[in-house]
């Protein structure tokens, strides 16, 4: 498959999350409005399949993600529910998330108390099953370190990263019996990409999702293509917690190590 133009490849990615997404019936997904979540949601427009969307956000924040959320379920006519999580909940739900996830990593923590939120919020609603982004970063070099390898270098470590990340989303549906999917991590899409030259992959040095984001582009969703890479806790809003305050919240101590 070595050689084949980067629209090529799109259009292989994209028929992959089409029939991933028609297998597992659906009806839900968490919108965030970036990049993942939309090209998501977009194959399951073209699918013909009605979702619901939901976001959720911490309601003292500022959370970016949610301007993008709506314009991304107005055009592809999803209904969203819009959740808010407040101080209560995170120390309501934080013994929960750091049992899920076995982290007790402040960043960790106030990006995954959302995350459950949402979830929840999809049990509460009856959904069948919920559609993640997760994989995004992983799977079409989204992370910064990545945007400087080449080739075969780039290849493996796509892959790496494909089978040993972590999916906090993922984590969190199992652990609480919600069915999740996350169409970005199947085996079609990983195959697709790998077959991608490194320009297909990124544009310059400077910014991954290449291929996702041409997806968007040629699907009259450009305003979402070109939204810049926007951290979890800043498109939920958590990032005005400080590790102080949400120990303060959780009673817990929480260190900064990522573990």
């Known amino acids: 498959m070595a050689g084949l133009s980067c629209t090529v490849v799109e259009e292989l990615v994209l028929d992959a999350l089409r029939r991933y997404v028609r297998s597992t ?5 968490a919108l965030s409005g970036g990049i993942d979540t939309s090209v998501v949601a977009l194959a399951a427009r073209l699918e013909g399949l009605r979702l619901t969307g939901v976001t959720a956000f911490y309601a003292a924040g500022l ?10 379920a107005g055009v592809l006519g999803i209904g969203l529910h819009v959740v ?23 960043i960790e923590l106030r990006n995954d108390v959302v995350l459950l939120r949402a979830l ?41 990263m494909a089978t ?36 297909c992959l990124r544009a310059g040095a400077s910014e991954g999702k290449e291929l996702l984001r041409g997806i968007l582009r040629r699907y009259g969703l450009a305003l979402v293509a070109e939204r810049p890479k926007t951290p979890a806790e800043q498109g939920a809003g958590t990032d005005v917690l400080s590790r102080e305050r949400l120990e303060e919240i959780t009673g817990m101590e929480l260190p900064d190590c990522h573990c």
């Open 84 to 106: 808010p999580v407040d101080t209560r909940y995170i120390a309501e739900q934080a013994g929960l998330v750091t049992e899920c996830t076995g982290k007790r990593d402040y």
């Open 25 to 29: 019936t659906c009806d839900c997904i």
């Open 120 to 160: 929840e919020e999809a049990e509460r609603l009856g959904c069948r099953c919920i559609l993640l982004g997760d994989g995004g970063d992983e799977v079409f070099a989204g992370y910064q370190f990545m945007l400087s390898l080449e080739g075969e270098e780039l290849r493996r470590t796509i892959l790496r």
């Open 63 to 72: 959370p970016r993600d949610l301007p993008y959320a709506s314009y991304v």
């Open 164 to 199: 040993r990340g972590r999916y906090p989303g993922l984590e969190l549906a199992e652990c609480i019996g919600v069915e999740a999917h996350a169409p970005l991590l199947c085996d079609e899409v990983l195959e697709a990409v790998l077959s991608a030259s490194t320009e």
